[in-house]
């Protein structure tokens, strides 16, 4: 459940994680922050431990007050003929405030249409690249 305002850019594998695979986006990456006042901020190497990568860093200074999530959950619920489908719930105070699927043609390389959320998408990447990493399927 990586941090709604968090935009992963690149694997982040010498971090020293307990368990990579079981992170929210399937592994670790670094990146920078999108909260409104924040846009590029490069968070630490401990910020990106402890918070953008897990969701729910309340400490966070730059998690806006007020805001539509605090963490985004992705599962893949089907691959079917050649479309990978990926469920994703942003939650807030732990509960649903929003959800949708997402379905990525893997011959085409490309998601059929994009979240309504346009901070939902980077994340979504991620968690298919990890998905597909893990499956043997990533070819460039």
């Known amino acids: 459940m990586p941090c709604p305002f ?5 694997r982040f594998d010498d971090a020293g994680w307990a368990h990579p695979l079981r992170l929210p986006l399937g592994a670790g990456f670094r990146g920078s922050c ?6 590029g901020y490069q968070p630490t190497d401990e910020e990106l431990k402890s918070g953008c990568n897990l969701g729910y860093a309340r400490t ?19 691959e079917r003929d ?7 719930v942003s939650e807030l105070d732990y509960l649903p405030a929003e959800h949708g699927m997402l379905h990525y043609q893997v ?3 490309r998601w059929v249409q994009p ?26």
Do not use: T, W
């Open 34 to 39: 999108c909260a409104p006042g924040a846009e």
């Open 60 to 78: 966070c200074p730059r998690l806006p007050h007020d805001r539509d999530a605090d963490a985004v959950r992705f599962s893949v619920q089907r």
């Open 115 to 140: 979240a309504r959320n346009v901070r939902i998408m980077p994340l979504a990447e991620c968690f298919l690249n990890s998905y597909l990493d893990r499956k043997g399927k990533n070819h460039g």
């Open 107 to 109: 011959a085409e390389r």
């Open 6 to 10: 968090f935009i992963p850019l690149e």
């Open 82 to 88: 050649g479309q990978i489908s990926i469920c994703y």
